[in-house]
């Protein structure tokens, strides 16, 4: 009797022991499924390596990489102005391992696409605005004009005949050109490419003769006089080309286009991990590097919260509506 007894004092002690240790592994579990990040962040780029908008996310994904203790990776996904990532990411698991570092074409594609694979209201949730690129009116060096009034001469003069490159259709590269020459009264031919290093090389070896691009892509086809800077787009000159006027100080008042950037996510992704990649991002941003960086290439930091880039997002979808409603652009 003694040596059953102390069997089944063992066998109790067991069962306790086991039961604890499942109480703890309970407890434990939510804990660490609820961890974010445990392994490498995607940041799908819509456009080529290379270009204005990957340019500026490397720098943000390298920073971010340190500061939120994984590897943030960018995978570049280039078409369809932006709406094959856009796409793609609005179709991924909502974990925040999947991240979309959009620029304006997400605004711009709503006005432009009627059949969208994608609502940029539905589908995804805003993390964070980044950066604005402001954009540079550019000639082939061999274009015989060295300012915008004697450039509107000049294409007046050769109606149909000069072609503009962009980083694809519907992109704010495209309209910004579209909207010069509508409201110059001008003819050219539109010159479409998978993102702005394409055409930029076009450009440079007289392909094309003209584009509206960023500053930051631009800038060494310019410092190098394979092209010419007429006017950059934004309300103020560019601490880049500070002897570049605007187009405003060219006599075209009122007119400002930029090129914005940022990061989305899948819509149903969880609020604390929106919070997460918010606070790496704008961590990221505020790094004195990371701003130096983005300096050198032109790029104004805008770091947002989520539901600051949320109402700025739906401005601008709502600003590029009025804009391709009065210029007749369509994608279909």
Not at 83 to 106: F, H, Q, R
Not at 108 to 123: I, N, T
């Amino acid at each position: 009797m003694p040596t059953q007894s102390k069997k089944a004092g063992h066998s109790i002690r067991s069962i306790l022991l086991a039961g604890c240790a499942f109480a703890l592994t309970a407890a434990v579990a939510p804990a660490m499924a609820g961890e974010f990040p445990d392994h490498p962040i995607r940041l799908v780029v819509p456009f080529p390596p290379g270009g204005p908008t990957d340019l500026v996310s490397r720098v943000i994904a390298r920073k971010m990489s340190e500061e939120i203790g994984q590897q943030v990776i960018v995978d570049n996904r280039p078409g369809a102005n932006g709406n094959i990532a856009g796409e793609m990411v609005a179709k991924s698991p909502a974990d925040g391992y999947t991240v979309l570092y959009n620029t304006s074409s997400i605004a711009l594609s709503p006005a432009l696409y009627k059949k969208l694979p994608y609502d940029v209201k539905r589908d995804f949730a805003p993390v964070a605005m980044t950066a604005m690129v402001p954009l540079v009116l550019e000639v082939n060096a061999q274009v015989p004009v060295r300012t915008v009034p004697e450039f509107v001469a000049w294409l007046k003069a050769n109606p149909g005949k000069m072609t503009y490159g962009s980083a694809g259709n519907g992109n704010v590269t495209h309209l910004a050109a579209f909207l010069f020459l509508q409201a110059n009264g001008l003819d050219a031919t539109h010159a479409p490419y998978k993102g702005s290093a394409p055409a930029l090389t076009d450009l440079a070896s007289g392909q094309v003769q003209f584009m509206t691009d960023t500053i930051n892509s631009s800038l060494p086809f310019i410092r190098d006089k394979r092209m010419r800077a007429l006017a950059v787009t934004s309300s103020a000159r560019s601490s880049q080309l500070p002897d570049v006027p605007t187009l405003a100080e060219s006599g075209m008042h009122g007119f400002e286009v930029g090129a914005w950037q940022g990061m989305m996510v899948p819509a149903k992704t969880s609020p604390e991990i929106i919070k997460k990649l918010n606070s790496a991002a704008l961590k990221a941003l505020a790094a004195p590097d990371v701003r130096a960086s983005l300096a050198q290439q032109g790029a104004e930091v805008r770091a947002s919260s989520p539901e600051a880039y949320a109402k700025y997002v739906a401005s601008e979808i709502d600003r590029w509506h009025k804009v391709v409603k009065d210029t007749g652009v369509t994608l279909d």
